[in-house]
């Protein structure tokens, strides 16, 4: 046997196991505001109170942002209630193709149901990449928050409102998305679409996503939650990330952790500032 069929062989076996454990996941639903069902899961059911929702990134999911790479075992350790939302045109939960649907307002609104759902009167929000910029809109929307983690973005988050445009063109991911192969994508847009492709999104939502992303601008003066800011020290797609917290004030602290966009969240640093935080 070559040294790639081997390589081959266990990649598969990796797929496998993680199909199992993403369909061993009871899967809760709730009407979105605008009708939609959305997925949720009760990820660590002890009473501590207050709960934790965690919400992911693009073309991810609860599973593959949050539960792979063990950090809701972590979180769990805690005491406390934890759950996770499947994003609008993600994971589990609706995928309408039209852009008429997406977006970081509509998502922080579904995570605001969410909470209205499971009868929170006060809760924590963890959110990463996407899920940053959703849950710094979430927090500038919902009094409820008391501690939010916003990471995984940079200073357009303070500019544009969501993700760095000069990093990542969302109307050429869009293009590669609905494209018919990854032959000719830049390497950014190339990793997203294989990336989903692997996670099993469907591509015609995560495009109509991404031709909804718009500048605009967070009310982050409105966000009176304790803030931790994390990012990784070489992730582009997080460029000076102290700009989000320098804007929202005392009330925010910046973390920086080691790696780029796609290993920072599974560093031992960003798992020991999150405890540390939530804790």
């Given at each position: 046997?070559?040294?790639?069929?081997?390589?081959?062989?266990?990649?598969?076996?990796?797929?496998?196991?993680?199909?199992?454990?993403?369909?061993?996941?009871?899967?809760?639903?709730?009407?979105?505001?605008?009708?939609?069902?959305?997925?949720?899961?009760?990820?660590?059911?002890?009473?501590?109170?207050?709960?934790?929702?965690?919400?992911?990134?693009?073309?991810?999911?609860?599973?593959?942002?949050?539960?792979?790479?063990?950090?809701?075992?972590?979180?769990?350790?805690?005491?406390?209630?934890?759950?996770g939302?499947d994003?609008?045109?993600?994971?589990?939960?609706?995928?309408?193709?039209?852009?008429?649907?997406?977006?970081?307002?509509?998502?922080?609104?579904?995570?605001?149901?969410?909470?209205?759902?499971?009868?929170f009167?006060?809760?924590?929000?963890?959110?990463?990449?996407?899920?940053?910029?959703?849950?710094?809109?979430?927090?500038?929307?919902?009094?409820?928050?008391?501690?939010?983690?916003?990471?995984?973005?940079?200073?357009?988050?303070v500019?544009?409102?969501?993700?760095?445009?000069?990093?990542?063109?969302?109307?050429?991911?869009?293009?590669?998305?609905?494209?018919?192969?990854?032959?000719?994508?830049?390497?950014?847009v190339?990793?997203?679409?294989?990336?989903?492709?692997?996670?099993?999104?469907?591509?015609?939502?995560?495009?109509?996503?991404?031709?909804?992303?718009?500048?605009?601008?967070?009310d982050?003066?409105?966000?009176?939650?304790?803030?931790?800011?994390?990012?990784?020290?070489?992730?582009?797609?997080a460029?000076n990330?102290?700009a989000?917290?320098?804007?929202?004030?005392?009330?925010?602290?910046?973390?920086?952790?080691?790696?780029?966009?796609?290993?920072?969240?599974?560093?031992?640093?960003?798992?020991q500032?999150?405890?540390?935080f939530?804790?």
């Open positions: 046997m070559t040294t790639a069929t081997r390589e081959g062989e266990a990649h598969r076996g990796i797929e496998t196991h993680a199909a199992t454990a993403q369909a061993e996941m009871q899967v809760n639903h709730f009407t979105s505001p605008d009708g939609l069902e959305m997925a949720w899961f009760e990820l660590g059911s002890n009473a501590g109170a207050p709960p934790i929702i965690f919400q992911h990134g693009f073309s991810s999911s609860t599973y593959w942002e949050w539960v792979e790479c063990g950090l809701i075992d972590a979180v769990k350790t805690l005491g406390r209630r934890v759950v939302i994003a609008r045109g993600h994971g589990l939960s609706a995928k309408p193709h039209e852009t008429r649907f997406y977006g970081e307002t509509f998502m922080a609104r579904d995570v605001m149901a969410l909470a209205d759902h499971l009868g009167e006060s809760y924590d929000l963890v959110g990463y990449s996407m899920g940053g910029a959703i849950a710094a809109t979430t927090a500038s929307l919902d009094p409820r928050i008391r501690r939010v983690v916003i990471s995984g973005v940079g200073e357009a988050i500019k544009i409102g969501g993700v760095d445009q000069r990093v990542l063109d969302t109307t050429a991911l869009a293009a590669g998305l609905r494209a018919d192969s990854s032959e000719g994508l830049g390497d950014v190339r990793g997203f679409r294989e990336g989903a492709i692997k996670r099993d999104n469907d591509l015609l939502a995560l495009a109509a996503h991404s031709e909804s992303i718009a500048q605009r601008k967070i982050l003066d409105a966000i009176k939650a304790e803030v931790l800011v994390m990012a990784g020290d070489t992730d582009p797609l460029n990330a102290g989000i917290a320098e804007a929202i004030g005392d009330n925010a602290r910046l973390q920086l952790v080691p790696g780029d966009h796609h290993f920072s969240r599974r560093s031992p640093e960003y798992r500032a999150l405890l540390d939530l804790g």
